[in-house]
């Protein structure tokens, strides 16, 4: 069974930057894709950046493109999440999610239902 737990959320101006971390136990890391979502105040949890099993491939959201990047380090089982340029609008619970290979792909990355497995959540504000 596997297990995710978030870390590195908290306060930061506009512009500022943030790294999440999601630590992955309980399955080979080499087999999942990882993704970070994130939902806001009164919104629906959204996509926001994924990486496939092999760190390869990455997709954003148009939201965050070119502002965040995702990455695993598999020595470690951790996937990152690095926040530059923060904006007002970014704050969100964020969210780390787990997919087996065999659901990861192309065309379900964006899907919540590609993902079996998710962690409790980091709270991310940015203050204007």
């Known amino acids: 069974q596997v297990q995710l737990v978030e870390s590195g959320g908290g306060l930061v101006q506009a512009g500022g930057s943030l790294r999440l971390s999601c630590l992955v136990s309980?399955?080979?890391?080499?087999?999942?894709?990882m993704a970070w979502f994130r939902q806001a105040p009164g919104k629906d949890r959204e996509f926001g950046a994924t990486?496939?099993?092999?760190?390869?491939?990455?997709y954003y959201a148009d939201s965050v493109k070119g502002r965040f990047t995702i990455s695993r380090d598999d020595a470690t089982n951790t996937v990152f999440l690095q926040m530059n340029s923060l904006k007002p609008e970014d704050t969100a619970v964020y969210y780390c999610?787990?997919?087996?290979?065999?659901?990861?792909?192309?065309?379900?990355?964006?899907?919540?239902?590609?993902?079996?497995?998710w962690g409790q959540g980091t709270q991310v504000t940015v203050s204007s």
């Open positions: 999610a787990a997919a087996p290979r065999s659901l990861w792909s192309w065309s379900s990355y964006e899907n919540q239902a590609t993902y079996n497995t």
């Open positions: 309980g399955r080979t890391f080499s087999m999942l894709g």
């Open positions: 990486i496939n099993w092999s760190g390869g491939t990455t």
